[in-house]
């Protein structure tokens, strides 16, 4: 295993050599994901859809203007008669049964300009207006929140790497402690059991510290593959710049505080917007219980073969539909669906408040914990450089000082797993603080 790795570290030397990783912090990395990332750059297009279908919508009562044009050609005499009526030129001789049977090759040419105006429609557009409001906040919320999600995504995996990097750094250090203490050890033979024992204990933890090694280093490529597959257009040669993990968390995270109790997640607000948007769409498809009442105006210039003249046409225009089978329950349906997903927006709520207060609680306790278990680190550090220094003088035996080293290197996996735990609290804290009203 060592071997592997040593060989690992001479070939990844050579493929460097000559050239530097260009590092990147944190604020660095977020840039480029907020202005590239795949998953956002889809939402704010649906966010621009959603505002494009608003303006639309927005203009229901706006009129209708068009203009038309037509041209037509036959010997039939039904067109024959009816173009000269719209010409206003009919002549007595035109009913002549002879001039009917053998009527000649006639033309039209229409062209007009007309309005359109919906006076009443059962407040159907109104409503979907109103609700297209709240689609376009909601996908405005979904943005921003997808772009929380992004960020503690990358909060985690970035200050995953220092974590694993620090954790690296610690082993490390004592695996060459214990690789030395070993190699110098004149006693550790079979014929000292006490000393045979310990030197085999110490041998024992070397080669845990080097599967702990390994694994960490398999950690660190699986977070850079999570960082490479977020953050667009990273160099090849790109890592992270050197920091502590508590001062992204401390730069990143906003600072809990009593008033977290009282957020809204930016998760809940969107679904309450999506639920108003749902509503008020369900209450438009009661207009098709209600009559829709419209006006129209047309001018219009007819030429053909004897003259041209103008037409004017104003009116109104009422539809009332007694029964539709197609729009039968459609109403119901939409009120249950919109009253299915309220009772969905409440169940989430519910768990959001009690993590809520969950991470409330744990937040303090952990913090307290890491302050505790780094003061645990130093004076463990100092009783591996005491002991070490004492099994060198003879006071101490191998199996005393293989004890030491065993439980200093416990309590770096115990704190590694620690600041893992407390990296999370924080970006829950970060998705839930996100919402603030």
Same mark, same amino acid.
């Given at each position: 295993?060592r071997k592997?790795r %040593?060989l690992?570290?001479? *070939?990844?030397?050579?493929?460097t050599?000559? %050239?530097?990783?260009?590092?990147?912090?944190f604020?660095?990395?977020w840039?480029?994901?907020?202005s590239?990332?795949a998953k956002?750059r889809?939402?704010?297009?649906s966010?621009e859809i959603?505002?494009?279908?608003n303006s639309?919508?927005?203009?229901?009562?706006?009129?209708?203007?068009y203009?038309?044009?037509?041209?037509?050609?036959?010997d039939?005499?039904g067109?024959s008669l009816f173009?000269?009526?719209?010409?206003?030129? &009919?002549?007595?001789?035109?009913?002549?049964?002879?001039?009917l049977?053998q009527s000649?090759?006639?033309y039209?040419? /229409?062209?007009?300009?007309?309005?359109?105006?919906?006076?009443?429609e059962g407040f159907?557009?109104?409503?979907?207006?109103?609700?297209?409001?709240?689609?376009?906040?909601a996908?405005q919320?979904?943005?921003?929140?997808?772009?929380?999600?992004?960020?503690?995504?990358l909060?985690?995996?970035?200050?995953?790497?220092l974590?694993?990097?620090?954790? @690296?750094q610690?082993?490390?250090?004592? @695996?060459d402690r214990i690789?030395s203490?070993?190699?110098?050890?004149?006693?550790?033979?079979?014929?000292?059991?006490?000393?045979y024992?310990g030197?085999?204990?110490?041998r024992?933890?070397a080669n845990k510290i !080097?599967?702990? $090694?390994?694994?960490?280093? %398999?950690?660190v490529?699986q977070?850079?593959? !999570? *960082?490479?597959?977020?953050?667009?257009?990273?160099p090849?040669d790109?890592?992270i710049r050197t920091?502590?993990?508590?001062? &992204?968390?401390?730069d990143q995270?906003?600072e809990?505080?009593?008033?977290?109790?009282?957020?809204?997640?930016?998760q809940?607000?969107?679904?309450?917007?999506?639920?108003?948007?749902m509503d008020?769409s369900?209450?438009? $498809?009661?207009?098709?219980y209600?009559?829709?009442?419209?006006?129209f105006?047309?001018?219009?210039m007819?030429?053909g073969?004897r003259d041209?003249t103008d037409?004017?046409t104003?009116?109104v225009q009422?539809k009332?539909?007694?029964y539709d089978?197609?729009t039968?329950?459609?109403h119901q349906?939409?009120k249950?669906?919109?009253?299915q997903e309220?009772?969905i /927006?409440? !169940?989430?709520?519910?768990?959001?408040t009690?993590?809520?207060? /969950?991470?409330?609680?744990?937040?303090?306790? %952990?913090m307290?914990?890491?302050?505790?278990?780094?003061t645990?680190?130093?004076?463990?550090e100092e009783?591996?450089?005491v002991?070490s220094k004492?099994?060198?003088s003879?006071?101490?035996?191998a199996?005393?000082?293989?004890?030491?080293?065993?439980?200093?290197?416990?309590l770096?996996s115990?704190l590694?797993e620690?600041?893992?735990?407390?990296?999370e609290?924080?970006?829950q804290?970060?998705l839930?603080?996100?919402?603030r @009203?």
């Amino acid at each position: 295993m060592r071997k592997t790795r %040593a060989l690992i570290s001479i *070939i990844s030397g050579i493929l460097t050599l000559g %050239a530097s990783a260009k590092e990147m912090g944190f604020a660095e990395m977020w840039q480029k994901v907020q202005s590239g990332e795949a998953k956002i750059r889809s939402i704010e297009e649906s966010l621009e859809i959603s505002k494009l279908n608003n303006s639309t919508v927005s203009r229901h009562w706006h009129p209708q203007l068009y203009i038309s044009s037509t041209y037509a050609q036959s010997d039939d005499s039904g067109f024959s008669l009816f173009a000269k009526l719209q010409q206003r030129q &009919i002549a007595p001789t035109d009913f002549d049964a002879a001039a009917l049977n053998q009527s000649s090759q006639d033309y039209l040419f /229409t062209t007009g300009l007309g309005v359109r105006v919906l006076l009443f429609e059962g407040f159907k557009y109104q409503k979907l207006s109103d609700a297209s409001d709240y689609e376009v906040e909601a996908q405005q919320i979904h943005l921003a929140n997808t772009k929380v999600q992004k960020k503690a995504e990358l909060i985690e995996a970035y200050t995953g790497i220092l974590i694993e990097k620090k954790y @690296q750094q610690d082993l490390k250090r004592s @695996q060459d402690r214990i690789q030395s203490t070993v190699k110098n050890y004149k006693l550790g033979k079979k014929s000292n059991p006490v000393g045979y024992s310990g030197i085999l204990g110490l041998r024992a933890l070397a080669n845990k510290i !080097e599967i702990k $090694l390994g694994q960490s280093e %398999a950690k660190v490529a699986q977070l850079r593959g !999570e *960082i490479e597959s977020l953050v667009p257009e990273l160099p090849m040669d790109w890592d992270i710049r050197t920091g502590t993990f508590t001062g &992204i968390l401390k730069d990143q995270v906003p600072e809990m505080s009593p008033e977290f109790l009282k957020n809204v997640s930016l998760q809940i607000q969107m679904r309450e917007k999506m639920q108003k948007a749902m509503d008020l769409s369900a209450d438009s $498809l009661k207009s098709a219980y209600w009559p829709t009442l419209g006006a129209f105006a047309e001018t219009q210039m007819v030429q053909g073969d004897r003259d041209s003249t103008d037409v004017n046409t104003l009116g109104v225009q009422l539809k009332w539909n007694l029964y539709d089978p197609a729009t039968f329950n459609n109403h119901q349906v939409a009120k249950a669906r919109q009253n299915q997903e309220k009772w969905i /927006t409440e !169940e989430y709520r519910k768990r959001e408040t009690a993590g809520r207060q /969950t991470l409330y609680s744990s937040y303090p306790i %952990a913090m307290k914990s890491l302050e505790t278990m780094n003061t645990n680190r130093d004076l463990l550090e100092e009783q591996v450089q005491v002991s070490s220094k004492l099994f060198r003088s003879g006071v101490l035996n191998a199996i005393n000082l293989s004890q030491v080293f065993s439980q200093y290197c416990d309590l770096l996996s115990n704190l590694k797993e620690l600041e893992e735990k407390i990296v999370e609290l924080h970006t829950q804290t970060l998705l839930m603080t996100a919402g603030r @009203q």
